[in-house]
């Protein structure tokens, strides 16, 4: 399926991630060469010899005030920040906006995962009597998108998607969808997910350490997604513009080739590409693309099935006014997306 956009703009981006607060430190590391992971500690069972990219550097009272953050969980406070920070790369005074008319779609893999290992613990532990009420808010995917809209005053529309590595894009394409059927006029998009020790074990116990889930990492990427139009009264900087987003299921066997030119309308050109997931994995899909310039923000600093929220934001920043980007994703078993950019102003509208 392909969808077109010719009135979708983007006007702001930002992350949280193991690099730092916003994009420059993850720039930096891609002008450097270096990369943001750590070793995952020795006391951690499985994790010997691995890395990770753990937000070391994050403090959610950066951010809230301290008695707030402490009621949310880790994920939560990423995706906090970094639509704070993304709102304000956007220039978004919300006092100048109706709150109904601003939501967010977020993808998160793992969201929530402590709370959840915590507030089970209890019930293993001590039955009905050991479970935590304070906690099973956190537990929940779509903590993190909630707690972002509360902190942050968005009472328009709020979903959260799980799709495996795809889980930013599939939310991307919701967003795209908000805007276009005229649901809202700004919506956040991106991912979001959290990293902890028990991941690393459950990792390893299931062979995943050194295949799909070597090197995670955690952290929350957000875009700023507007109406052409609502972006021009307001007089916003437009980063980049929505093109197109074209998405498949998963390519059947003995099908492949076919799964492919559906997702691509022919040899794909762009001036710079993004991967997420396992998009660079995949022989057919890196065949068929023509690139001058790769962008792979997994090898610094770490993957994550909500990564393209991030991986996105980075394309975005990287991109000079005219050029044409493409963010490439995609999960072992799909689905696969192809999301098209064009940088700099927005078409009229």
Not at 210 to 216: G, I
Not at 308 to 333: D, F, R, V, Y
Request: hydrophobic residues 45%; proline residues 5%; neutral net charge.
């Amino acid at each position: 399926m392909i969808y077109s956009f010719g009135n979708i703009v983007i006007s702001g981006f930002s992350a949280v991630t193991a690099a730092g607060n916003g994009m420059e430190p993850v720039l930096e590391l891609l002008r450097s060469g270096g990369d943001a992971l750590s070793p995952v500690p020795d006391d951690i069972a499985g994790g010997n010899g691995q890395r990770w990219g753990k937000a070391l550097g994050f403090k959610a009272s950066d951010f809230m005030p301290p008695l707030k953050a402490r009621k949310l969980d880790r994920c939560s406070q990423f995706t906090v920040g970094a639509s704070g920070l993304a709102l304000k790369d956007a220039g978004i005074d919300l006092k100048n906006i109706d709150p109904e008319r601003i939501g967010i779609a977020l993808g998160c893999g793992f969201g929530g995962v402590a709370n959840s290992a915590e507030f089970l613990s209890g019930y293993f532990k001590s039955g009905v009597e050991g479970l935590a009420p304070v906690l099973f808010p956190n537990t929940v995917s779509n903590a993190p998108a909630s707690n972002a809209s509360i902190e942050h005053g968005l009472k328009g529309p709020n979903v959260t998607l799980v799709q495996r590595f795809c889980s930013a894009e599939s939310a991307f394409v919701m967003a795209c969808r908000f805007i276009a059927e005229g649901r809202a006029d700004v919506i956040l998009t991106g991912g979001a997910d959290d990293l902890m020790p028990l991941m690393i074990t459950g990792f390893a116990a299931t062979g995943q350490l050194r295949r799909y889930a070597a090197c995670f990492g955690e952290g929350s990427g957000i875009l700023v997604l507007e109406s052409a139009a609502h972006a021009a009264r307001r007089n916003a900087p437009v980063k980049a513009a929505v093109e197109t987003v074209a998405t498949i299921g998963f390519f059947p066997s003995g099908q492949e080739r076919e799964g492919v030119d559906r997702l691509f309308t022919g040899a794909e050109q762009c001036d710079l590409l993004s991967l997420s997931g396992t998009a660079g994995d995949t022989p057919l899909l890196m065949q068929r693309i023509q690139a001058p310039a790769t962008i792979d923000t997994a090898p610094i600093l770490g993957r994550s099935l909500a990564m393209g929220g991030t991986a996105m934001a980075t394309l975005l920043a990287s991109l000079k006014p005219g050029q044409q980007g493409l963010h490439l994703a995609a999960s072992p078993e799909g689905p696969y997306y192809a999301i098209r950019f064009t940088g700099g102003a927005a078409r009229g509208c």
